[in-house]
Every structure is written in structure tokens, then in C-alpha cells.
């Protein structure tokens, strides 16, 4: 792979939860830290948690994603940290330089080959799928004469240009009916809606969580877009917040057929104890 304009990232993660009343905390799994991609390489990477846990393990999940399983001594506490620091090489580079094959895919609908398909099935699950979407769907493509590449591009952009972005760090993201009907969202109910959106046309997607540097909405805060599979081209990221296909600006730390399967901290606590989360995300490039 030939680098161009490639760039060297830190980025700082921290999430502090704090509890009202004493609880024991529960194993927690925690999905930070990032994906191995082509134009992607970890150079450096530091976990700290507190209270000290009595071991993290480190595994593969079932889709391939890095998962840190933390467990924690049995002794009562009020607050939960979390800190990672991560430096990566991140290349730039065309998200759009492909080829699809068999060439009749560059219309759709299209069937993908029986040997691709049954890998496939997660993520073409049909859950999130209405009257409405379906609806939606169908608009766009019309609009682009049902072309593959086009239609992907331009329901990132619709999306983008058309619904009203708001930060919402916390809580389950909107169905893809309340996105269409209210026209607002967060980068994970617009990545949600996205999905949907390609999977009822019978193009598979996938929800990805990671940063995005140089963005003044997301600088500070986690992000997510939205990956399909494309035959002869594999999987390739379009993000409906900034309405364009991915970029080296990109950072990736988990792919899931569900949304709400890879949050950064996942796990629970006994006790009678309300908690809150305060969490801040810092990106910088670092010179050379």
C-alpha cells in the first residue's frame, strides 16, 4: 500500500462513573481498543482503571474485535475510571478506489454468492426495518437509478444534510421510525438509520464505533458510522454525520451487526446505587 499524507494520532480516552451509595462492581467488558486495518497501525497503547482490578483479559470476540474483559476484587466503591491512551499511524487514502465484482452489482438489488452469504446473515437482519424505511430506501434509490456506489454515497449525504445532528452520550439510540419522523439524531442514530436503510435493499451493513479527528462535533466524544459489504470490494465505511465515505481521519475500535453491542464499557454492579457517567475524549496530531 502506497502512503500518502499520513499522520500520527493521540488520543485520550476517559470515562469516570460514579455511584451514590457504595456497590461491588460486576465484570465489566469494554470495547477501546482499535481494529488492525490496513491503513490502520497501534503504535503505543495504555490501560488504567481504578478501583485496580484482580485481572483483565484479553480476547477475540466473535466478530473479531478486541474485547477487555475487567474483573475486580470484592471490596464496595463509588466510582468507576477508565483511562486509555492510544497513539496510531493512520494512512489517508481513497475509500472509493475499488472495483465491484461481478460487475452487474454496480445496480442493485443484487444477491450476493452463496459462499459470501451465509457470513453475511448477521448482517442483513431485518429488525430494524419498516413500512417507513423501506419507504425511504426505495426514495433515494430511485433518485440514483438503483447504482450501488451512488446510493451510498447519497444516503450519507441526505442524512448529513437533511436531519438535525444533537450530542447525546448516554441513553439507547432512536429507532430508525423516530429519526425519519423527528429528523434529529446522534451519530449512532444516524449510523443506525443508515443500516437499516441498506439492509432492507438487501445490502449488508455493520455499526462501528471509533473517533473521528478533525471534526468539531466529534473531537471530543466517541463516534460511529456505518460499513457495508460490497462484492469485490469487501467492506467499506460511509459515515451519514459528516455524509461522506470514510476517510484516514477515521479511527476504528469495534464492528458489530448490533449497535448497542459494542459500547466502550459494558457491565453492571450490586447494590442500591444510582450512577452517572461523565466521559471525555481528546484527539491530537502529533508531529513528526
Not at 444534510?161 to 444533537?166: A, P
Not at 481521519?249 to 452517572?276: E, L, Q, Y
Request: charged residues 20%; contains cysteine; glycine residues 4%.
Amino acid at each position: 500500500m502506497n502512503r500518502y499524507n499520513a499522520m500520527k494520532l493521540k488520543i485520550s480516552h476517559h470515562l469516570i462513573y460514579t455511584y451514590n451509595n457504595a456497590v461491588l462492581l460486576d465484570p465489566q467488558l469494554l470495547y477501546i481498543y482499535p481494529r488492525s486495518l490496513p491503513h490502520q497501525q497501534l503504535i503505543d497503547y495504555r490501560l488504567t482503571i481504578s478501583p485496580s482490578p484482580s485481572n483483565v483479559a484479553v480476547n477475540l470476540d466473535s466478530e473479531g474485535n478486541v474485547q477487555q474483559f475487567v474483573f475486580f476484587p470484592n471490596n464496595e466503591v463509588r466510582t468507576l475510571e477508565v483511562n486509555v491512551e492510544m497513539v496510531l499511524h493512520s494512512d489517508d487514502f481513497n475509500a472509493l478506489n475499488f472495483i465491484l465484482f461481478p460487475f452487474d452489482t454496480k445496480q442493485f438489488p443484487f444477491l450476493y454468492d452463496h459462499r459470501i452469504n451465509k457470513y453475511l446473515v448477521p448482517y442483513l437482519a431485518r429488525t430494524d426495518i419498516t413500512a417507513k424505511v423501506e419507504q425511504f430506501a426505495r426514495k433515494i434509490a430511485a433518485d440514483v437509478n438503483w447504482e450501488t456506489v451512488p446510493f451510498l454515497i447519497q444516503l450519507a449525504e441526505y442524512i448529513s444534510n437533511d436531519f438535525t445532528y444533537e450530542q447525546r452520550e448516554t441513553g439507547d439510540a432512536y429507532s430508525p421510525d423516530e429519526i425519519l419522523k423527528y429528523r434529529v439524531g446522534s451519530c449512532r442514530d444516524y449510523s443506525r438509520l443508515y443500516i437499516s436503510t441498506c439492509r432492507s435493499l438487501g445490502i449488508a451493513a455493520r455499526f462501528v464505533s471509533g473517533y473521528l479527528f478533525g471534526s468539531l462535533l466529534q473531537d471530543h466524544e466517541l463516534h460511529a458510522w456505518a460499513e457495508v459489504y460490497l462484492p469485490g470490494a469487501g467492506w467499506r465505511g460511509f459515515d451519514p454525520t459528516i455524509g461522506a465515505a470514510i476517510s484516514g481521519n477515521h479511527v476504528s475500535v469495534a464492528a458489530s451487526a448490533d449497535f448497542n453491542s459494542i459500547a466502550p464499557v459494558m457491565g453492571s454492579f450490586r447494590g442500591n446505587a444510582t450512577s452517572k457517567l461523565i466521559t471525555e475524549v481528546d484527539i491530537q496530531q502529533i508531529k513528526n
